[in-house]
Nanobody, 118 residues
Framework: QVQLVESGGGLVQPGGSLRLSCAAS????????MSWYRQAPGKERELVAA???????NFGSSVAGRFTISRDNVKNTVYLQMNSLKLEDTAVYYC????????????WGQGTQVTVSS
């Protein structure tokens, strides 16, 4: 069974940093593109960052320059390093696995809450 399990969310002050992790199992991780999406209450789910099987990355415009995405194919884990966090970054962050960094994949994690508040 495909499983994506996010961790690392929590409460952080504006300007702070947080690193999210997504542990994957049940599929050939190294052959998949991995992405992070987020959804705030009343908002559409939006792309945060994506990384291809070859390491190419794509970022949503709202986080470009502040967030980075990386993957460890030995640990079957994808990471999202979030820096210079803003109030607007508050959302549930979801891990996604698919065939392309440009489209949503079929597999989702349960989500982890990130709250940016002073």
């Amino acid at each position: 069974q495909v499983q994506l399990v996010e961790s690392g969310g929590g409460l952080v002050q504006p300007g702070g940093s947080l690193r999210l992790s997504c542990a994957a199992s049940g599929f050939t991780f190294s052959s998949y593109a991995m992405s992070w999406y987020r959804q705030a209450p009343g908002k559409e789910r939006e792309l945060v960052a994506a990384i291809s099987s070859g390491g190419s990355a794509n970022f949503g415009s709202s986080v470009a320059g502040r967030f980075t995405i990386s993957r460890d194919n030995v640990k079957n884990t994808v990471y999202l390093q979030m820096n210079s966090l803003k109030l607007e970054d508050t959302a549930v962050y979801y891990c996604n696995a698919g065939r392309s960094i440009f489209i949503k994949g079929n597999y989702w994690g349960q989500g982890t809450q990130v709250t940016v508040s002073s």
